[in-house]
């Protein structure tokens, strides 16, 4: 530090008269410049602009765990703590997230569907168990609305939809695309929610009864009860809406097109600790493939 402050100010106070009220000999301050610099040194100036490209390519999200995680998975040799350091010298950090709004308008007079999950957010594998839940975003031309759908066991968004409105065709909009992506039967699916009025429509049954799916609502109605949705709507609003170098957003237009690079992000790329720390599709591949080789199940855990 020595050595920076001087070479910040030589220029306006000159070396010696610094060295003299520093208390440093002129020949050390020389020494160290010309010094060869060391192993260590080289190292960091290389692996520094590394660590920021990876930062800024998972929407600069990633603290020194998950940043850790994604060079040593992109082949770099390096350790956590040297992570952490790297990213203080470079000035990035990891995201926070901010506590959640409620958005839910639950219809009173509805029948509510039963709760088959009991806050049980588990599957032994994908197409047991979605859920799904809807967000807000504001924008300069009015509030912008998002539904997600998400396979517990893998964590995969598998269907969302952006609308300027929180009516029921939003979320049959996006059943839709979980329908196209996943098939058209899926016998035995539960398809969990809170009480929303939108969840509790007649038109939502249907539409998952033709898929031979069969919804699920939270009995006791706070947070925990559709929790794992709300984690991701609250992943969403920390990595992208309110993520470095985002916003202010415009159009709901402009949400709809960042959202769904978020989306394939999020399946294709991110790191999921629940899934040890590989993508949602990766870890579908590494499941279907090991139920190719073990029909039974047994070894599959």
């Known amino acids: 530090m020595i050595v920076e402050f001087i070479d910040a100010n030589r220029d306006e106070l000159g070396v010696e008269p610094i060295c003299?009220?520093?208390?440093?000999?002129?020949?050390?301050y020389y020494a160290a410049k010309s010094?060869?610099?060391?192993?260590?040194?080289?190292?960091?100036a290389l692996m520094i602009p590394t660590l920021v490209a990876l930062w800024t390519a998972n929407y600069r999200v990633y603290g020194a765990q998950k940043l850790w995680k994604a060079a040593r998975r992109a082949g770099h040799d390096i350790g956590r703590d040297q992570v952490a350091r790297l990213m203080r010298e470079a000035g990035i950090e990891g995201i926070r997230r901010r506590k959640k709004v409620r958005t839910t308008k639950a219809d009173p007079t509805a029948p509510r569907h039963p709760d088959l999950v009991g806050r049980d957010f588990t599957a032994t594998g994908p197409n047991q168990l979605w859920v799904t839940d809807l967000t807000y975003v504001p924008t300069w031309a009015g509030?912008?609305?998002?539904c997600f759908i998400v396979d517990v066991c893998s964590r995969m968004i598998v269907g969302w939809r952006v609308a300027s409105n929180m009516r029921t065709d939003m979320v049959l909009?996006?059943?839709?695309?979980?329908?196209w992506q996943r098939g058209a039967r899926l016998e035995g699916l539960r398809c969990h929610s809170d009480a929303g009025s939108q969840f509790t429509s007649v038109r939502y049954g249907e539409r998952l009864a033709e898929i031979?799916?069969?919804p699920s609502i939270g009995s006791v109605g706070d947070s925990y009860d559709n929790a794992l949705a709300e984690s991701v709507n609250a992943l969403y609003k920390t990595e992208l809406?309110?993520?470095?170098?985002?916003g202010p957003w415009k159009t709901v237009e402009d949400v709809e097109l960042a959202t769904l690079s978020w989306?394939?992000?999020?399946?294709?790329?991110?790191?999921?600790g629940y899934l040890d720390d590989v993508p949602p599709t990766e870890f579908e591949t590494a499941f279907y493939a090991a139920q190719q080789a073990d029909p039974t199940g047994v070894g599959i855990k």
């Open 20 to 28: 003299e009220v520093l208390q440093v000999a002129p020949s050390t």
């Open 35 to 44: 010094r060869p610099l060391s192993a260590r040194a080289i190292h960091d």
């Open 143 to 146: 509030m912008a609305y998002v």
């Open 173 to 179: 909009d996006a059943i839709e695309m979980a329908r």
């Open 212 to 214: 031979g799916a069969v």
């Open 241 to 246: 809406i309110r993520g470095p170098g985002q």
């Open 263 to 272: 989306v394939h992000w999020h399946n294709t790329e991110r790191l999921h």
